[in-house]
């Protein structure tokens, strides 16, 4: 199978993703047609990976501004957020679980919340990730719904097999699906490994990501080292960790041209291949 991506806002260019033949890919490929019928493409987000880090910084500010029109002075906020230390971001992190709640389990105040307040919320934690991390450009293409009408599903037994922990610039793989902080987010902001809202990946969406750069899930060797104090496996899949390719580009540097020129999509084609 074939996704074709249609760019511009009136269609103008387009590139094709060819799908991996698994079990795996073929489910999940029904439910990205599930969403590609039923929700709204988030187009913020789908680019989000492309603006400077300074936008982020500003788009994150924005959305903690607005959190403290509705709650006042509920969110503290620095003059510059980006030279934060870690233990700023935490608190971040915390407002927002705070203020959301768990997939299934919303707050109250998110479950009444009207649209602004509602994706300030989202905005919160969506743009801390990217400002936390100081990554000047993300260089991929996140394939979001609208949180309000997508849906998830929990992978089944045999789904943990799909999980690699290494695989080149160009591929596309599952989005992660859940509210919390995978073993990565704990390693890098510091945080036990009893954190109370750990959540590696258990479930999926139509959602992916199309990744410009190699991934390599155990690059910093300290990484593995944590893990294994923590009486962790590494390569153990049952975890959810790591990533669900679901297939790849050919032409890498042709892709990458035509989203950097045409920053909407327009529309996700699923076609069959012989």
Known sequence: ????????????????????????????????????????????????????????????????????????????????????????????????EKLSGGFGSPTRLFNTANTELRSAIRDLNFYVHRVEKKIQIKHSLYLSFNKDQYRRHPLAATDYDQFQFKFPAGTLFLHYAELGKEFTDLYEDKLPISYANHKNLHYYSGEATLTFFDFDAFRDAKYVEWLTLNQIDPYDKRHGHGKIPLGKVDNILAAYSTITAYDHIYKINIKETI
């Not at 760019?7 to 993703?17: C, N, P, R, V, W």
């Not at 300074?54 to 006042?72: F, G, K, M």
């Open 1 to 96: 199978m074939q996704l074709t991506v249609v760019l511009g806002t009136s269609g103008e260019a387009s590139f094709d993703i060819e799908l991996f033949d698994t079990h795996f890919v073929k489910k999940w490929t029904k439910e990205l047609a599930w969403c590609l019928e039923n929700c709204e493409l988030n187009q913020q987000e789908a680019f989000a990976g492309f603006i400077t880090l300074s936008d982020a910084e500003s788009r994150l500010r924005i959305a903690c501004e607005t959190i403290n029109r509705y709650l006042v002075n509920f969110i503290e906020i620095p003059v510059s957020i980006i030279d934060q230390d870690q233990q700023y971001f935490n608190y971040l992190h915390g407002i927002f």
